[in-house]
């Protein structure tokens, strides 16, 4: 009987145990190990700071992530300074038996009276930066043991990264440039927009060296083009109607949309295959890019995803439907569904619900694909409000996203009439009686074209009818 294997977390434990206790290999470094170590520690505080820099702490319901980030940053970066400023004697006092050594208070402790001996820092510096440290550690303790409350300052943050600044300029700590220049940056912004901050009166001149000496490398194009987009997609700005774009927008909700022949569905063969049939696979690819594109703030492509998608509906529906009929459609753009009595809307008996917004729709697409200045004064004229009637609707920051946005919902709507939970079950229903009618058909066309016997086909395809039958019945979830 062979022995079953599990994983041992009590070996697991003693290992890490063993590992965490030997510092004999870390106490002999030679100069070249030290380096390597500080530059991947130096990585380590880089991952902190991109986690707060760039995550939203809004309110007081991540203020325990918040801190539970800055909390581990600044008991490393102690630590660090310490190490920095010697190697030996903080290693043997980290791994002696006096555990408090290991803690937040001893570094911070010692780091002050390492900074007391400075020249640089003054004593109301000094003493700024003790409080700085004991607030954090405050934070630091309350949030790890004591996750029921919190407490924050909006001004704190700023003042953290002032002392980061600080500290890695002092003890040459190798945080990356470019976070030290977004860092410096949001100091600045802070500056400008508060007053009566100590830590600013204080500091001020020392952040001022600090930051004329950063040197953030070149962004690549790539970069470039993503920040713009982050900013554009993460700005909120207030219409003339007191409404704030981009507005948040819901993903299209994916429906069955009926083969051109309905007993494709059992069948998963056409039996006259047509240069439109496929068309319906592109439908909700549109939809869905549109969604991404709009909430990217990639509005212009938002805007072409939502007409393309429109147009493949309108196209596609009306094929549908005048299949048996010989004249030529493969012409057709979204302009042939224009106007109230348009025949084409007529015919998908669409044309009181949907004129005014196709009309719309066709606008903001020879706008956008012809760059005429025709539609794009229509698009004006048609405007409710003062921006809305002088501004571009395709260019400007605000009008964009509203264009995009109109564009959006006109193509919700769209899809909804078509392909919904009732016309899922109609189109389902149909498909079954149309690849029950067409059994033999179907099984002949397979065997001359796969070679494949006409009473596997059959079994095939009558199974599948039964197992769809059945779900249709039980479930409302098809």
């Not at 050594?101 to 010692?110: A, G, I, L, V, W």
């Not at 010989?326 to 042939?336: E, T």
């Not at 697409?365 to 501004?391: C, F, M, V, W």
């Amino acid at each position: 009987m062979s022995e079953k294997s599990y994983l041992n977390f009590k070996e697991i434990i003693g290992e890490a145990k063993e590992y965490y206790a030997d510092y004999e290999k870390l106490l002999n470094f030679d100069n070249k190990q030290k380096e390597i170590f500080f530059q991947n520690r130096a990585k380590t505080l880089d991952k902190f700071l991109e986690l707060i820099l760039f995550s939203n702490f809004p309110g007081l319901s991540s203020t325990q992530v918040h801190y539970s980030l800055f909390g581990p940053f600044f008991e490393l970066m102690m630590k660090l300074c310490l190490l920095k400023k010697n190697w030996k004697k903080y290693v043997e006092e980290y791994y002696s038996e006096n555990k408090f050594k290991t803690k937040f208070e001893y570094p911070k402790n010692q780091l002050i009276l390492l900074l007391k001996q400075n020249e640089n820092f003054s004593k109301e510096q000094i003493e700024t930066i003790k409080n700085t440290l004991e607030f954090i550690q405050v934070q630091r303790n309350n949030f790890l043991h004591n996750p029921f409350k919190g407490y924050d300052h909006y001004a704190v943050q700023n003042q953290f990264f002032e002392l980061i600044l600080i500290l890695n300029n002092e003890f040459d700590l190798g945080i990356d440039q470019d976070i030290l220049f977004e860092m410096g940056n949001s100091i600045y912004v802070f500056w400008a927009n508060s007053s009566g901050i100590q830590f600013k009166e204080l500091f001020e001149d020392k952040i001022h060296e600090i930051y004329s000496q950063i040197k953030p490398r070149e962004k690549s194009e790539k970069e470039l083009i993503e920040q713009k987009y982050y900013d554009i997609s993460n700005t909120y700005t207030e219409h003339d109607n007191g409404e704030f774009y981009p507005k948040k927008i819901i993903p299209p909700e994916r429906h069955f949309i009926q083969a051109a022949e309905p007993h494709v569905l059992v069948s998963d063969l056409y039996e006259h295959q047509e240069w439109w049939y496929d068309m319906n696979e592109l439908i909700y690819g549109f939809a869905e890019q549109s969604y991404l594109s709009y909430n990217l703030g990639m509005y212009q492509a938002s805007i072409s995803c939502s007409v393309n998608c429109c147009e493949y509906v309108l196209k596609y529906e009306l094929l549908r439907l005048l299949k048996n009929e010989k004249s030529d459609l493969s012409k057709l753009s979204l302009g042939d569904f224009v106007g109230e009595n348009n025949p084409n809307l007529i015919k998908l008996k669409i044309a009181k619900k949907f004129w005014k917004e196709i009309s719309l729709l066709n606008k903001i697409r020879n706008a956008l694909n012809h760059y005429s200045p025709r539609y794009i004064e229509q698009l004006k004229d048609s405007g409710k409000t003062l921006i809305e009637k002088t501004a571009n609707p395709l260019l400007d920051g605000l009008m964009a996203p509203i264009t995009s946005y109109n564009a959006y919902l006109i193509m919700q709507k769209l899809l909804k009439h078509f392909y919904n939970e009732k016309n899922t079950k109609k189109f389902i229903k149909e498909g079954l009686k149309d690849s029950k009618e067409k059994l033999d058909e179907i099984a002949e066309k397979a065997h001359e074209q796969f070679g494949l016997p006409k009473d596997l086909i059959k079994g095939v395809m009558e199974n599948k009818h039964k197992h769809i039958n059945e779900r249709l019945k039980g479930t409302n979830n098809l």
